[in-house]
T-cell receptor
């Protein structure tokens, strides 16, 4: 099956700093990557959808200037949480799809747990 | 608009019991996909099954089985002879072709299997 990795798996940072999370598809080319946020004991909420080489599409209520997404290649997307605050502490999960517009299986990364002190 | 409902927030069963996790979905699209994912305490989502809207056949995979009923918009998941390792949060999810692969997750059901 397709493998998606995330790095780092866990990060603790001070309030006001920026944190970059990487999402890589290891054995397939991901035309589309997705970023989700999951608060404790809650479901996954889609933050944004990114297609390689184009700007990300953000969901309503997600600040694009705070959550910078770059999808520079078919195997790598990055999420940068800028000027992080304690309320940004969450579990961030990426997923990747190689199916274009067709609704198909997304392959999920293992997640990154962000704690902002 | 699309929506997924999992009415059971938490379920506890004793090992070896069977358990069914309910999932009800809403969509006006005729072409859609339904998924079940397992999220163990480690956090990583584990893909269990994908079913498209044109295939109403029930599926069995080992101790897992799925019952897809379009008439009631339900896609229920049954674990037979539950084991402690089945303890996890289970998410039902929906995606439709007209929404660029966007997956809508249900709120999840936390299953605890007690030895």
């Amino acid at each position: 099956g397709a493998v998606v990795s995330q790095h780092p798996s866990r990060v603790i940072c001070k309030s006001g700093t920026s944190v970059k999370i990487e999402c890589r598809s290891l054995d397939f080319q991901a035309t589309t990557m997705f970023w989700y946020r999951q608060f404790p004991k809650q479901s996954l909420m889609l933050m944004a959808t990114s297609n390689e080489g184009s700007k990300a599409t953000y969901e309503q209520g997600v600040e694009k200037d705070k959550f910078l997404i770059n999808h520079a290649s078919l195997t790598l997307s990055t999420l940068t949480v800028t000027s992080a605050h304690p309320e940004d502490s969450s579990f961030y999960i990426c997923s990747a799809s190689n199916s274009g517009r067709r609704a198909d299986t997304q392959y999920f990364g293992p997640g990154t747990r962000l704690t902002v002190l | 608009a699309q929506k997924v409902t999992q009415a059971q927030t938490e379920i506890s069963v004793v090992e070896k019991e069977d358990v069914t996790l309910d999932c009800v979905y809403e969509t006006r699209d005729t072409t859609y996909y339904l998924f079940w994912y397992k999220q163990p305490p480690s956090g990583e989502l584990v893909f269990l099954i994908r079913r498209n809207s044109f295939d109403e056949q029930n599926e069995i995979s080992g101790r897992y089985s799925w019952n897809f009923q379009k008439s009631t918009s339900s896609f229920n998941f049954t674990i037979t002879a539950s084991q402690v390792v089945d303890s996890a949060v289970y998410f039902c999810a929906l995606s439709v072709e007209t929404s660029y692969d966007k997956v809508i997750f249900g709120p999840g059901t936390s299953l605890s299997v007690i030895p």
